[in-house]
């Protein structure tokens, strides 16, 4: 149990923090957002790419990636089986769906990270390498199928695949990772240092960025696609990683990655194709106040 608060402590404290800075104007409100920018365009890639060009790629990494692809799309399909049972609105359920199977990168490194060391790390960094622009898809497919948008289109799901600086520097990570180049140490110490300072700035302005008061409508859909999130989502992740028979420690960051709480650019998605903004915010902040109590129940019990 001591280990389990000595890593989640430190996390949700920063998130906290970022919510108490949002409370007092500090350092100022035009601050967070250009931090958001920084994070997502420089630091995070910078993570990824030191992440990945070092990560030891093999059979089991091939595995990790099919059986978290697979366990979404499962998720996925629940969802829309049971929107056909009982339905919502069509905009309310595109914000249901981002909060069934999309996942905090933040806290999923930083977590991974703290419970399993460099090991944690690579495994996370190769999940989400390949599950970051396959939720695209599926989010965006979503979208086109149960809302009238002009945006979408295939060409539109490419270029918000490969516009992703996330998926860009995955991308740039695994290439220098399998090919016979040699990051100059200048460099590599450089995107160390920016490493470092990722997750928690990222942690703080996901605490900058909940909007608790706005937690008051859609209860039902909330409480679904939060069922999808902690319940759903990880069943089908922990049995389908002990049919592909993985190692333990795969397991563990499997289940870890599937009761993340949802992304905060889920909202920015929302936003861009019409969805539910105020259920988006509600869902973005429901799960991450329950990821707490969560993540110690599935850390104490099943990792």
């Known amino acids: ?21 949002k409370k007092i104007s500090f350092p100022s409100n035009d601050f967070w957002p250009m931090a958001d920018k920084l994070t997502y365009y420089i630091l995070m890639p910078a993570l990824l790419i030191f992440t990945l060009s070092k990560a030891k790629l093999d059979s089991n990494s091939v595995d990790l990636v099919l059986v ?34 999309r996942f905090n990168t933040y806290v999923f490194l930083a977590l991974s990270s703290s419970l399993f060391g460099e090991k944690g790390l690579i495994f996370s960094a190769i999940i989400i390498t390949f599950a970051i622009p396959i939720l695209n898809i599926f989010c965006i497919t979503i979208f086109a199928i149960y809302s009238e948008n002009s945006k979408i289109s295939f060409s539109y799901i ?16 695994a ?62 992740i922990y049995f ?40 988006m915010t509600s869902i973005i902040t429901v799960q991450t106040i329950l990821a707490v109590p969560i993540l110690i129940f599935y850390i104490k019990y099943l990792i």
């Open 1 to 21: 149990m001591e280990q389990i608060f000595s890593s989640l402590i430190p996390i949700f404290s920063l998130i906290v923090m970022g919510y108490l800075f």
């Open 68 to 101: 978290s692809i697979f366990a979404i799309f499962l998720t996925m399909f629940f969802l829309i089986i049971f929107n056909k049972i009982s339905p919502t609105l069509n905009n309310s359920f595109t914000s249901v769906v981002q909060g069934g199977i």
């Open 240 to 279: 389908i990683g002990k049919m592909f028979e993985l190692e333990e420690v795969m397991i563990s960051i499997l289940v870890l990655f599937a009761i993340m709480p949802t992304a905060p650019t889920s909202f920015i998605l929302a936003r861009q194709l019409n969805g539910n903004l105020s259920l």
């Open 158 to 173: 490419l270029k918000s695949i490969f516009k992703n600086p996330l998926i860009i520097s995955c991308i740039i990570g």
């Open 175 to 236: 290439m220098i990772n399998i090919s016979t180049i040699q990051i100059p140490v200048s460099i590599e110490n450089l995107l160390k240092i920016l490493s470092g300072a990722a997750l928690p700035l990222g942690l703080i302005s996901i605490g900058y960025n909940l909007v608790i008061k706005e937690i008051n409508s859609g209860k039902k859909d909330i409480i679904l696609s939060s069922f999808a999130k902690f319940l759903l989502l990880p069943f089908f």
